[in-house]
C-alpha cells in the first residue's frame, strides 16, 4: 500500500468510517513505515487539538436583549408607516389640497353635529349654582339666629342686610 | 415530539415564552458557531440575535419538517458567511487577538495559559479559514456543533456521503497546517 492510501485510511479510520479489514491493512503499513506511524499520532491529535479552541461564554441576557431589539424593530415599523406616506411623493400642492379639504370637512361636521352639549352643561352649571347659593343663605341665617340667644349684636343687623334679610325685619 | 420542534409550535401559536425557552436551548450554540466561523466576539452575539430574529420573523410560516438545530445552523451558517463577505473581515492577528478568547473569568486568567489560548484559537481559526467553505462549515457542525453526519447534510443540502468527503478532506488539510503547532511539534510518533 502506498503511504498516501494509507494516510487516506488513517483519516476514514479516526472518523470512524473503516471497516475492519480497513484497520488491518493501516495496522500492516505502520508497522514497517514510521512516517505513517507519525501520521496516524498527528491524525488524532491534530482532531483534538481543534478542542483547545475553547467556547466562549456569551452575556446572560442574551434573551432579554432579543425581546428588547424585537420591540424597538415594531417601534421602528411604526414609524415605516410615516416612510411608506413619505415614499408617495405627494407634492406640496397635493398636500395642502388634502389638508384643506380634511379642515373644511371638520368644520362641516361641526356645523351640522346636533350641539346640545353646552346648553345642557350651562343649565346644570346654573343649578348646581343656584343650589350652593341657597345653602350658603340658609346656613347664614342660621348662624345669625343661633348667635342672637346670646343678646344684642352690634354688626346683627349688618349681617342680616349683607346677607339680604335687612328687609325682614 | 421533538421538545424543539413543539417549542416553535407554540412560538407559531403566539407563545413568545416558548421562543424565550428555545432561545436559552440554542444560544449558546449559535454564538459559538458564529463566533468560530468569524473569530469576532462582540459581533458573534449580534449575529446571533439576527439568526433568532429571522427565526422569530418567520414563525408564522414554520413547518415541522427537519430537525430545528438544522434550520437554525443553516440559517447562522448564512448569516456568518454573509457578514463575512460583507465586511470582507481581514483582521491581522494583532486585531484578532483583541477579540474573543476566554473573558472575565479570573480562575482562568493565568497570562501563559491566555497566550497559549489565544494563540492556539488564531492559528486554527486561520488553518479552518483556509479550507473550502464546505469543509469548513462540515468539520464545525461535527467538531464543535456535535452535529450528526445526517444533521449536518442537511445544514449543507447535500448527501451524508458528501459530508464525510468535506471533513475528510478538511481533516487531512488541517492535519498538515496544524501539525506544526502540536506540542512538541507533533514530531513524535505512537
Ligand atoms: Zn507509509
Redesign the pocket.
Known sequence: ME?SD?KELIVSWSSGDLPPSGKESIEA?IGE?P??RLYMSQSDRVWNLLGEWREVEPRSDFVSCFWDRVSKEERESGWSVFSYVRKLRLNWAMAGALASVLIVGIFTFALFKPDSGFETYADNDARDEQILLELDDATTRETTDALSIYGPWENTVEIMKINGYGDMN | MDIDIELMLRTKSGDDGAFSELMRRHYKGVVNYIYRYTNLKENSEDLAQEVFLRIYRSRKNYRPEAKFSTWLYKIATNVSLTHVKKKNVNLSLDEMNDEGGEIGDPEIDIAADLIYRKEIKDVIFQAMESLPEREKVAIMLCKYEGLSYEEAAQVLECTVGAVKSYVHRGRMKLIDKLKPHLPGGGEYGV
Do not use: K, M
Open positions: 503511504c494509507c503499513h513505515c512516517e505513517c
